[in-house]
């Protein structure tokens, strides 16, 4: 089945600690999101790719990266992560210019800063 | 700005008992609409969505969602829930004509549901 997929689906690193979250679809999409959400929030946008073209939310930290090696894979970095960054990272996609506007999310990655 | 406002944090139904989950959004052309289901710990399930044409959409999993232009709302339905339709519940509108922008999402509602 087409699908979306994160990895690790947990990951636990340290204060400070660089960390790298994956995401991979087989559902040939062109646009890629990456959304952060915190314990009972709703989930909010970091950035997207529009293709190879990256578009940051105006609010994103700087310490929040992104990257799109190809069309498949999609990369959530955190260069130096606080407390505050503990969260669920939801990456999602979708397929522009079909009139079919939905996105696809993955199953997330539950991010824990000790 | 597009805004979404979801105004019931939690809602309990008995089971079998009908369900009504409200919407209002904020958007100042025709929105596209969208109902997500979120279970613990994992992603967002699409129920249903509304772009164009019929404002009552069906969904999967027996939902159904009405879109009233009139009052700015699209409001979720299910006539007869199950135990298995606890979960969150987020409605979220997304710009239309590109295609690509993000997702505005409410907060979300809790639905319980008694036995």
């Known amino acids: 089945d087409a699908m979306v997929i994160q990895n690790p689906r947990y990951q636990v690193t340290q204060f400070g600690k660089p960390v790298t979250l994956s995401c991979s679809q087989t559902?040939?999409?062109?646009?890629m999101y990456w959304y952060q959400q915190k314990s009972s929030q709703a989930p909010k946008l970091l950035f997207h790719?529009?293709?190879?073209?990256?578009?940051n939310e105006a609010d994103t930290p700087d310490n929040f990266q992104s990257r799109r090696p190809n069309t498949s894979f999609c990369f959530l970095d955190i260069r130096s992560p606080g407390l505050g960054d503990a969260a669920m990272y939801l990456c999602?996609?979708?397929?522009?210019?079909?009139?079919?506007?939905?996105?696809?999310f993955g199953p997330g990655t539950r991010l824990t800063v000790t | 700005a597009q805004s979404v406002t979801q105004p019931d944090i939690h809602i309990t139904v008995s089971e079998g008992a009908s369900l009504e989950l409200r919407c209002n959004y904020s958007y100042g052309a025709t929105p596209y609409l969208f109902w997500y289901v979120q279970s613990p710990g994992q992603g967002l399930q699409l129920l249903l969505k509304?772009?164009?044409?019929?404002?009552l959409v069906q969904g999967i999993k027996g939902f159904e969602a009405e879109f009233k232009r009139s009052q700015s709302s699209f409001n979720l339905r299910k006539p007869s829930v199950h135990w298995s339709d606890a979960a969150e519940y987020f409605c979220a509108v997304g710009a239309a004509g590109g295609g690509a922008d993000g997702l505005t999402f409410g907060k979300g509602t809790h639905l319980i549901i008694q036995p």
């Open positions: 999602a996609t979708s397929r522009s210019g079909t009139g079919s506007y939905e996105q696809y």
């Open positions: 790719y529009y293709d190879k073209d990256f578009n």
């Open positions: 559902l040939n999409h062109n646009v």
């Open positions: 509304y772009f164009s044409g019929d404002t």
